[in-house]
């Protein structure tokens, strides 16, 4: 069996078609191929859609050992959550369930879909899915959201329910139960809700990192935590989209750096990606660096290749580091001291010994490293202060303190490195960035 796509890209207000996507299906295997389109070739505007697929006429194979999809159009599937809801919402109407990869990419909504790619069976149909019986709901909606999340969680979700959270949900997030909002000033965002189950705030969690990461430095989506009828709920900016609706092309690391589905990665995989590929390669270096020493001090142990992301800038016709996102405190209770993206190839341990052996991989001098290393940990050992400025209640932080209080900290402190870039004592919080977007 062979499904066909027309394959476009959003870029400002305009869409272009970019190529065409055959889906090739023998018995449970799945491959592709891509073609790019001869405007495509031809438009001024043209760029690969990822590194690794370069503008040439002919084919760009994929096998079902390499993911069956290009990166960049993997990347724009649905995470664990959202086929969870496809499945069981076209199980309750007795529909197929999708058993193809095309076939849950196609299943997401066209508005919410993550990055620039848009795609249609032929030129004379609507982007695959459109809204035209729904739009992705307001920020007053939570209620109603959150109490449809937990009936998929207990399994109790009926038809209503699986319909009015299906095509909201985003690929920018993992696991948890979530769905695409609109904010009040008409921004797009994700809203991440509670799971029956959790044992501690996870919201809280993830708002925390995302302050502490502005306050040492890092360019990190812009997030806050609201209490809905009593139970917390983190709102995250999209960073793909301006408040226009205008698009960003968005590629996770695990597609900048050719990676298969599942497979380990290095900060310094990351890293050769940047000096290749990256508009100001020098600045994002530094920054990735920053990020991993807050991953190393700030126990974020879910920083696997595709928490890791890139934004096309047409201007440079190159990439830049996306805003930092997903990123989760883990207790030390709950998880020994391991990352999902490896430092280096030397080992997985979170240590500061292994960031400081590879530092000149991310144009950094030892002085300057110890610096960064040195700025984060006075923002780290900050945390329950700048988790009090952003709401959080000290009940919502004592889960945390195993995540910020080890010997990795202390190790940071032996440095003997004045702050550079952060006050020895709480600041207001920064107003997060917003170049490209949100």
């Given at each position: 069996m062979r499904d066909t796509l027309e394959v476009h890209i959003k870029l400002g207000h305009d869409t272009h078609r970019v190529g065409t996507l055959y889906s090739h299906m023998r018995g449970s295997s799945e491959s592709s191929t891509f073609i790019y389109h001869e405007d495509w070739l031809e438009n001024r505007l043209r760029f690969p859609i990822q590194p690794d697929m370069p503008l040439v006429r002919g084919s760009h194979h994929v096998s079902s050992e390499n993911g069956?999809?290009?990166?960049?159009?993997?990347?724009?599937?649905?995470?664990?959550?959202?086929?969870?809801?496809?499945?069981?919402?076209?199980?309750?109407?007795?529909?197929?369930?999708?058993?193809?990869?095309?076939?849950?990419?196609?299943?997401?909504?066209?508005?919410?879909?993550?990055?620039?790619?848009?795609?249609?069976?032929?030129?004379?149909?609507?982007?695959?899915?459109?809204?035209?019986?729904?739009?992705?709901?307001?920020?007053?909606?939570?209620?109603?959201?959150?109490?449809?999340?937990?009936?998929?969680?207990?399994?109790?979700?009926?038809?209503?329910?699986?319909?009015?959270?299906?095509?909201?949900?985003?690929?920018?997030?993992?696991?948890?139960?979530?769905?695409?909002?609109?904010?009040?000033?008409?921004?797009?965002?994700?809203?991440?809700?509670?799971?029956?189950?959790?044992?501690?705030?996870?919201?809280?969690?993830?708002?925390?990192?995302?302050?502490?990461?502005?306050?040492?430095?890092?360019?990190?989506?812009?997030s806050r935590m609201l209490r809905i009828e009593g139970r917390p709920v983190s709102i995250i900016r999209r960073f793909d989209r301006e408040p226009d609706g205008a698009r960003h092309h968005f590629i996770s690391a695990m597609t900048m750096v050719g990676a298969r589905e599942g497979e380990k990665g290095t900060y310094t995989d990351i890293a050769l990606a940047i000096r290749r590929f990256g508009a100001e390669p020098t600045r994002d270096l530094h920054e990735l660096f920053r990020r991993a020493a807050l991953s190393v001090l700030g126990s974020n142990y879910d920083d696997h290749l595709r928490n890791h992301g890139f934004l096309y800038l047409p201007a440079s016709g190159k990439w830049r580091l996306s805003p930092a996102y997903d990123m989760n405190p883990v207790p030390n209770t709950e998880r020994p001291r391991h990352l999902e993206t490896w430092i280096s190839e030397g080992g997985s341990e979170a240590t500061l010994d292994r960031l400081f052996e590879v530092a000149h991989e991310f144009a950094l001098k030892p002085a300057q490293a110890r610096q960064i290393v040195s700025d984060v940990a006075n923002v780290t050992r900050q945390w329950r202060e700048i988790g009090r400025q952003v709401g959080l209640t000290d009940s919502d932080l004592a889960p945390y303190a195993s995540a910020f209080m080890h010997d990795e900290l202390r190790a940071a402190f032996r440095l003997g490195l004045q702050p550079a870039h952060a006050s020895p004592s709480p600041v207001s919080p920064k107003p997060p960035k917003s170049e490209p977007s949100p």
């Open positions: 069956s999809l290009p990166g960049a159009i993997r990347d724009g599937s649905p995470d664990r959550w959202g086929r969870k809801l496809i499945q069981r919402a076209m199980a309750k109407a007795r529909e197929p369930v999708p058993v193809s990869e095309v076939g849950f990419l196609i299943s997401l909504d066209d508005h919410s879909r993550i990055g620039a790619l848009r795609y249609r069976s032929d030129e004379t149909e609507d982007f695959l899915r459109a809204s035209k019986d729904r739009r992705i709901p307001p920020l007053l909606t939570i209620p109603r959201l959150m109490n449809a999340a937990d009936a998929v969680h207990t399994e109790t979700a009926t038809a209503e329910d699986l319909g009015y959270l299906l095509g909201h949900g985003s690929p920018l997030g993992g696991a948890r139960p979530k769905s695409a909002i609109v904010e009040e000033d008409g921004t797009l965002a994700i809203a991440k809700f509670p799971k029956p189950d959790d044992i501690r705030n996870w919201a809280a969690g993830e708002v925390l990192m995302g302050a502490l990461a502005r306050h040492a430095g890092i360019d990190a989506a812009a």
